[in-house]
């Protein structure tokens, strides 16, 4: 795949730059989390938003790969302990509920459904794109349920078409507010969700079919 030949439509609707877009670390180095409730979604919503205001920035972004300390706030992601899963495999975009989230390519609606439970992905859209004859997969998860009714089984969007908006808490899984990116070459049988979160042991299986979705967003990274 030639990424560099594609032109994706910014997906919240501008450009993601170094003026409005602040790298946010969640990882388990960051000794801040550690003062944070993060079971408390107020508290936890404090700190993310407190931060861009400080940074007087617009977007928080980041967390492919990441070994987050924030999911021991669900049980959602004790598949057992043995396994926890906090191997992110997305990049979150936290910005303000009902912010606007646009199809970055032509594609059309594979599948969408309200993952319901705290801290899983509340209503979640993904759609099936064609790049270069090769079916590529977006996800977009933490949205306002409101936008679940709107869909329906292969509905198609054009690139740069409004396919939703950014939800609040709790209906987007009691988060503070963020839109879960994530790439996927192959649905491997999921419809309507897929996983957002991996284990340290699979990291190597789920890395290979989750692409890095900053091909996608574009965002000039300083890694």
Sequence with gaps: MDWKKLAPFPI?????????TLQMDFSAQNQALQKVDLGNTESFN???FGILAA????????????????????????TNQADFRNIHLGIDLWCDAWTPVFAPLNGKIHSFQDNAGFGNYG????????????????LYGHLAQSDLS??????????????AHVGPYPENGDWPPHLHFQLMWDM?????????????REIER????????????RFPSEN
């Design 150 to 163: 709107h869909y329906s089984e292969g509905k198609v969007f054009k690139k740069g078409e409004k396919i």
């Design 123 to 138: 209503a979640t859209l993904i759609l099936e794109h064609e790049v270069n004859g090769k079916k590529l997969f977006s």
């Design 188 to 200: 491997e049988g999921n419809w309507g969700d897929y996983p957002g979160v991996c284990s340290q």
């Design 55 to 78: 940074a007087k920035k617009k977007y928080g972004i980041g967390g492919y790969l990441e070994n987050r300390a924030i999911y021991q706030r669900s049980e959602v992601f004790a």
């Design 12 to 20: 919240m609707g501008e450009a993601l730059t170094a003026e409005n």
């Design 46 to 48: 404090q700190f993310v």
């Design 206 to 217: 789920y890395a290979s079919n989750c692409p890095d979705p900053n091909l996608i967003l």
